[in-house]
């Protein structure tokens, strides 16, 4: 009885997120099954990953030039582009194409987002880009998770900038920059194409995913490529300690967002 009533519950808040997405303009496609319950909800209701919702209401300033990488629907595309306002510039990266298309449709009504169907790595060309049966794991690397049920449903050929060549091709970012990094494993490649930008752009802010389990499948090691973050950077764990990060670099179920701010 008690599974049933729970069933019912879940169905009735199901429909009700499904109307609120209409009426916020939101287009999942397909794939509002494949979402966690608690991920398309917190998407409509705006609690999704709240803890970087705050993080980056108190630091992204009008005027700024904002790269979300790994922009998947446009969750953070849209907060993103109302925290810059309209002196801003947002331009959201997604490189599959049926997420990429879903994401130009749900940032529509926002003017100063630019949607870009290209990976964001540490060389441009073109790479193999793994779609996988969870639409948030889709990678530039093989996130293929048995136990979680997770497997490659189709390896595309998709093109790939890196941070250094977009900006200086779309004149820089005077006004200050915040780089949203959330590609499952290739954040470090992200990062080494964004060295002469980081160098000449002190003030900039960067928040990236840490995914122990990413991290490995992508080839890094994740204490390593937190170690280096610590060189380079300032770095808080949101909603969590450093403590925590560094206890759980091994744990492969276990993910934070990383705030990095210029030393």
């Not at 293929?144 to 091709?169: K, N, W």
Request: charged fraction near 20%.
């Amino acid at each position: 009885m008690l599974a049933e009533l729970r069933s019912a519950a879940q169905a009735a808040d199901d429909a009700l997120v499904r109307g609120m997405a209409r009426l916020q303009g939101w287009d999942f496609g397909g794939h509002f099954g494949a979402l966690s319950p608690r991920t398309r909800a917190g998407i409509v209701r705006g609690t999704y990953e709240a803890e970087t919702v705050r993080a980056c209401r108190r630091l992204v300033r009008r005027g700024m030039t904002a790269l979300d990488v790994g922009a998947s629907f446009g969750f953070f595309a849209r907060l993103l582009a109302s925290l810059v306002g309209p002196s801003g510039r947002v331009f959201a990266f997604e490189p599959h194409p049926e997420v990429f298309r879903l994401l130009a449709r749900n940032v529509r009504r926002y003017p100063n987002v630019t949607p870009v169907p290209l990976a964001v790595a540490e060389h441009p060309g073109e790479r193999s880009f793994y779609a996988t049966t969870a639409p948030t794991l889709h990678s530039l690397h093989d996130m293929s998770r048995p136990s979680h049920a997770v497997a490659v449903s189709e390896q595309l050929t998709v093109g790939a900038t890196t941070v250094d060549e977009f900006l200086a091709a779309h004149g820089g970012a005077a006004g200050g920059l915040i780089v949203k990094l959330d590609i499952e494993g290739a954040e470090p490649q992200a990062l080494a194409g964004a060295a002469d930008t980081l160098a000449a752009q002190r003030d900039a802010v960067i928040v990236l995913e840490f995914h122990p389990f990413c991290l490995r499948r992508a080839g890094a090691d994740p204490a390593g490529f937190l170690r280096r973050l610590r060189q380079a950077f300032v770095v808080e764990a949101l909603g969590a300690s450093m403590g925590e990060v560094e206890a759980h670099c091994e744990d492969e179920h276990w993910h934070v967002n990383l705030l990095c701010r210029p030393a």
